[in-house]
């Protein structure tokens, strides 16, 4: 069975060649739109010496290895642009105008305008979240530290069809990784992969006498999973050093155009 993005884009496609008479935008099957809401905290309560877990020492970003960028070449038309010096140039000879044909109509405009509307990402507003009340006991408790709240509308597409979210589009540096949602063969799935950084020891570690201390980074806690869940329900994902809390609800199909929600 093909998904609904894939019937949809076929849909397009045949009619586009055939321009054959097209069914109303209000038939075309669209997909499902969700606003999904993550809230990440911090546990200080958390000593990683009593156990080990999954991390990594924190360094100098993923992007540390990328090659250098050679500088811009200004050439001489760039710095007389620069000084006001405008180059002597013949002006174009003038052509006759001659009024161009009005394109065809598009018989898809109102189609592929109901499709892009379908499938667009759309960060909701502070005043959309809806885990407030979660946010304000979390800040009440010495031993979490909420670090990041935030919130979007997307299309409920196959995993194969879906993006991550990715929290660099929200300029957060810590954490740091990707939220994705998808539809399954029922339900809905959930997948996390977060980089929390922890903080650092206050007080570096005793050197060899020389005068050179040991340099203490902090680690870096990694959290992957994957969960089906039940949209409109409270997921919570757990690690020692920090927690994820995850709730999917559908968009009414008046708000987000036709389709039906998973569960």
Not at 165 to 177: A, S
Request: net charge negative.
């Amino acid at each position: 069975m093909r998904s609904t993005l894939s019937a949809a884009a076929a849909l397009l496609a045949s009619a586009a060649v055939a321009q054959a008479p097209l069914p109303p935008a209000a038939g075309l099957e669209l997909p499902p739109r969700y606003e999904v809401e993550v809230l990440i905290f911090a546990n200080r309560a958390f000593d990683p010496t009593e156990e080990r877990f999954e991390y990594a020492p924190s360094g100098f970003g993923d992007d540390a290895a990328a090659p250098l960028q050679e500088a811009p070449v200004f050439d001489d038309t760039w710095l007389s642009a620069q000084r006001g010096e405008l180059p002597q140039t013949q002006p174009p000879p003038v052509q006759p105008s001659t009024p161009e044909p009005l394109p065809p109509a598009d018989p898809l405009a109102e189609q592929r305008a109901a499709l892009a509307a379908a499938l667009r990402v759309v960060p909701l507003r502070p005043e959309e979240l809806k885990l407030t009340n979660e946010y304000r006991r979390l800040r009440a408790i010495a031993a979490y530290e909420p670090l990041v709240h935030f919130g979007w509308v997307q299309p409920g597409l196959p995993e194969a069809e879906s993006t991550p979210f990715d929290l660099k589009t929200l300029g957060v540096p810590n954490p740091h990784g990707t939220v994705r949602v998808h539809l399954g063969t029922v339900r809905l799935h959930i997948t996390l992969d977060l980089n929390y950084q922890a903080t650092a020891a206050a007080t570096p570690a005793p050197g060899a006498g020389d005068g050179l201390d040991e340099i203490v980074l902090a680690p870096q806690y990694r959290l992957r999973a994957t969960r089906s869940a039940r949209s409109n329900e409270l997921h919570y994902f757990d690690h020692p050093a920090f927690g994820v809390l995850v709730r999917v609800t559908p968009v009414p199909a008046a708000d987000g155009g036709p389709g039906r929600p998973a569960a």
